[in-house]
């Protein structure tokens, strides 16, 4: 039988007390109570008192006395938690952090912290403060590996390699600083996030680098035609791209064809440097949460990505001040 693993429970300490007295067997007791004999005797050394009789002293356990002992030496132990008397409160972050039991729909601690204040909640605590009660066991369920992901560290001996543009594409060097500022909606970042080896089909993301709002489109396949016809659909949604930012990837090599359908510049990135544009790399990382590698997109349904979509478009961004896209589109349109 498994042992318990935590303090005696007051109403624990009582049924001690009252097998004490009718001098059951530490063994027993034990048993009973489902503790190990060493914590019964450690338990029978804190509450033991002396009573005087008539004529006489002897030594008793009493339940009363272990609680208020157990007690004291609670109040050595440090600071109380700060979400320890708010269970509402720490109910939600987990449930957040979990996805509500779907893991596609997790939300990092520093958004479930932002969200909880947006629906009223008035108990406040830091970000690293939360990851501190997850790394110690705090939260019923949540544990650090349910997390999206936890910050890695590069490997020792690390050297970054020398990026070459393509020479023959306009290059991330001469985008203009007006687009770099990030300060003016219209300018997107793009990517496919590919199919497993033996699957077939794609999708297209776009991500706006002001608002972060992604357009996510799905393709039968990874040909640069098929993206040509993708952005020729998202523009007869009334998407307005001022410029886009792409990889050097094959699918986007076709630089005049793709220009006369966009109809606005478009700028390459180093070969091998897909920190160049982040935000979409970021973006393709809460896909993934979706559709994990090994994913055939030919199997997935139309109706599945456009939900991915809407709840990438709400869900809460530190660099919008903890504004979902969708909240940050309105606000600029206002």
Wanted: aromatic share 10%; charged share 30%.
């Amino acid at each position: 039988m498994m042992k318990k693993q935590h303090y005696m429970t007051h109403d624990e300490r009582e049924q001690l007390e009252a097998l004490h007295r009718a001098h059951v067997p530490v063994a027993e007791i034990a048993r009973q109570l489902g503790f190990c004999r060493q914590t019964i005797y450690n338990e029978l050394k804190t509450g033991t008192y002396v009573h005087t009789c008539e004529w006489w002293d002897e030594k008793r356990y009493s339940a009363h006395k272990a609680e208020q002992r157990h007690k004291f030496a609670q109040t050595a132990k440090g600071r109380p938690l700060k979400i320890g008397n708010d269970r509402a409160y720490a109910e939600y972050l987990e449930k957040k952090m979990l996805g509500n039991g779907d893991k596609r729909k997790r939300f990092s601690p520093a958004a479930a912290l932002a969200q909880a204040k947006k629906d009223g909640f008035k108990t406040t605590i830091c970000v690293s403060t939360l990851y501190s009660y997850i790394t110690k066991k705090v939260f019923l369920h949540l544990r650090n590996r349910d997390l999206i992901e936890k910050s890695k560290k590069k490997k020792p001996g690390y050297h970054p390699v020398q990026r070459i543009a393509h020479p023959d594409l306009p290059s991330i060097t001469n985008r203009p600083d007006y687009i770099n500022s990030r300060e003016e909606p219209g300018h997107f970042e793009m990517d496919l996030v590919v199919s497993c080896v033996k699957g077939s089909g794609a999708v297209l993301t776009m991500t706006e680098r002001t608002g972060k709002s992604e357009i996510i489109q799905k393709l039968k396949d990874k040909k640069a035609e098929t993206v040509r016809e993708a952005l020729k659909e998202i523009k007869r949604q009334g998407v307005k791209f001022k410029s886009i930012t792409t990889d050097n990837g094959s699918e986007f090599l076709q630089y005049e064809e793709l220009q006369a359908i966009v109809n606005c510049p478009i700028y390459y990135c180093h070969s091998y440097a897909a920190w160049e544009k982040g935000t979409n790399e970021n973006h393709n990382r809460m896909v993934r949460r979706w559709f994990p590698k090994g994913t055939d997109f030919s199997k997935v349904s139309k109706e599945e990505i456009k939900e991915c979509q809407r709840w990438m478009n709400d869900y809460p961004r530190k660099s919008l001040y903890w504004l979902t896209p969708n909240e940050f589109a309105l606000e600029v349109t206002m």
